[in-house]
């Protein structure tokens, strides 16, 4: 049993903040070329040093500006979720909640989007598994280049 690593980052709850399913009633299927996809993260950490709850946002978006765009439909939903990290690991919640919180977030937003589009009488939207650590890297990558752009 002492060979058993103990799981550092405990997930607490999450709750969904939001859900928006508008229907483009003016779309034109033999225009479309297909759906647009964003995903936002936003971490909120303790404000004191010794605390080891923090939280982590997860919204994903599909079909920004709808009409304009010639989309089917505009789905958000944003989800919370409240985490716990092992005092032990707390120089690393950073990484924890960028990476690990986010991972264990995304099944429930996907089975939001899915379920909300399939309620809607619509094909459902099943968003494949993703890579939460290479789309968080390729997210500061971007952040870094844009930085670097301003700094010039």
Same mark, same amino acid.
């Given at each position: 049993?002492?060979?058993?690593?103990?799981?550092?980052?405990?997930?607490?709850? *999450?709750? @969904?903040?939001?859900?928006? #399913?508008?229907?483009?009633?003016? #779309?034109?299927?033999?225009?479309?070329?297909?759906?647009?996809?964003?995903?936002?993260?936003?971490?909120? *950490?303790?404000?004191?040093?010794?605390?080891?709850?923090? %939280?982590? %946002?997860?919204?994903?978006?599909?079909?920004?500006?709808?009409?304009?765009?010639? *989309?089917? =439909? /505009?789905?958000? %939903?944003?989800? @919370?979720?409240?985490?716990?990290?092992?005092?032990?690991?707390?120089?690393?919640?950073?990484? =924890?909640?960028?990476? /690990?919180?986010?991972?264990?977030?995304?099944? *429930?937003?996907?089975?939001?989007? %899915?379920?909300?589009?399939?309620?809607?009488?619509?094909?459902?939207? @099943?968003?494949?598994?993703? /890579?939460?650590?290479?789309?968080?890297?390729?997210?500061?990558?971007?952040?870094?280049?844009?930085?670097?752009?301003?700094?010039?």
């Amino acid at each position: 049993m002492d060979n058993i690593s103990k799981c550092v980052l405990k997930f607490n709850k *999450y709750d @969904v903040n939001k859900i928006l #399913f508008v229907k483009n009633v003016k #779309f034109r299927k033999e225009e479309f070329k297909g759906l647009d996809l964003n995903i936002d993260t936003n971490f909120n *950490y303790p404000k004191n040093a010794e605390d080891n709850l923090f %939280t982590v %946002t997860l919204k994903i978006e599909i079909g920004n500006d709808a009409e304009k765009n010639n *989309y089917p =439909f /505009n789905i958000v %939903t944003e989800i @919370v979720g409240f985490f716990e990290l092992d005092k032990s690991e707390l120089d690393k919640m950073k990484q =924890f909640a960028e990476i /690990n919180a986010v991972s264990i977030l995304f099944p *429930y937003a996907r089975a939001l989007i %899915t379920t909300t589009t399939a309620n809607a009488n619509i094909p459902p939207v @099943v968003l494949p598994p993703m /890579n939460i650590a290479a789309m968080i890297e390729n997210k500061n990558k971007e952040k870094a280049g844009d930085n670097e752009k301003c700094d010039k």
